[in-house]
């Protein structure tokens, strides 16, 4: 009876402001400190402020926002604990989708990757944080995506919107250029097709940005 219609697609306007609001803490544009309120980001986007209530509420669930004062909503600070929680789910489920993406390897999505790669590759020596910062996240996600799992991209997403707007405690150590030769070599893994070295380069990347994440949030406890 309805074998000739089509599937309708529709976006709500809830969900078009969630989307927005994880770009901006994906992409970089939130930072531990710093805080946004209903009113601004509604205003940004140019619509009421109840979707972007619920989609603060959203992210407020997955741990992703919080409420700093009053009004203001801000990126909560990871816990030393939920950072060793953090660092071992993502050794598991990010080193499984290099490994699920090597086996899926092909010439536009190394293409990609590679532009990917030298974008961020040139934002660190131009020193432009926020731009490394989009750009580490999409040379990841581009990688997760040629896994070629739904779910498991879903996963890591959830994760990284916790984890990525602490990426900026990396630049003041310096540590932009020691992650760019972790992704070079995990891009070259791939290019020959060597998944377990790609796996390798992946894991020595969430490690060590681990270590000088954790290093300056004890600092701040001790100053604090």
Not at 24 to 49: N, R, Y
Not at 82 to 88: G, K, S, T
Not at 149 to 164: T, V
Not at 196 to 208: K, P, Q
Request: charged residues 25%; aromatic residues 6%.
């Amino acid at each position: 009876m309805f074998e000739s219609l089509a599937p309708v697609k529709r976006e709500t306007l809830q969900s078009i402001v969630h989307a927005r609001l994880c770009d901006l803490i994906l992409e970089g544009q939130l930072a531990p400190g710093e805080s946004v309120t209903v009113a601004s980001i509604a205003k940004a986007l140019d619509v009421s402020p109840m979707p972007v209530r619920d989609a603060i509420s959203r992210l407020m669930a997955l741990g992703a926002l919080t409420v700093v004062s009053g009004r203001s909503i801000g990126v909560p600070r990871l816990g030393l604990e939920e950072l060793d929680d953090m660092l071992r789910v993502r050794l598991e489920i990010e080193a499984t989708a290099v490994r699920w993406a090597a086996g899926n390897v092909d010439k536009a999505f190394l293409g990609a990757l590679e532009t990917v790669l030298e974008k961020m590759e040139e934002a660190e020596r131009s020193d432009r944080v926020k731009d490394f910062i989009r750009s580490n996240h999409d040379f990841h996600f581009t990688i997760y995506r040629q896994a070629a799992s739904p779910l498991l991209l879903q996963l890591i997403s959830n994760i990284w919107l916790r984890i990525n707007p602490h990426f900026h405690l990396l630049h003041r150590h310096g540590h932009y250029r020691v992650s760019n030769r972790q992704h070079r070599k995990m891009f070259e893994a791939l290019q020959n097709g060597d998944g377990e070295t790609a796996v390798a380069a992946l894991r020595e990347d969430i490690e060590s940005a681990y270590k000088v994440i954790s290093a300056t949030l004890s600092e701040g406890d001790a100053t604090g």
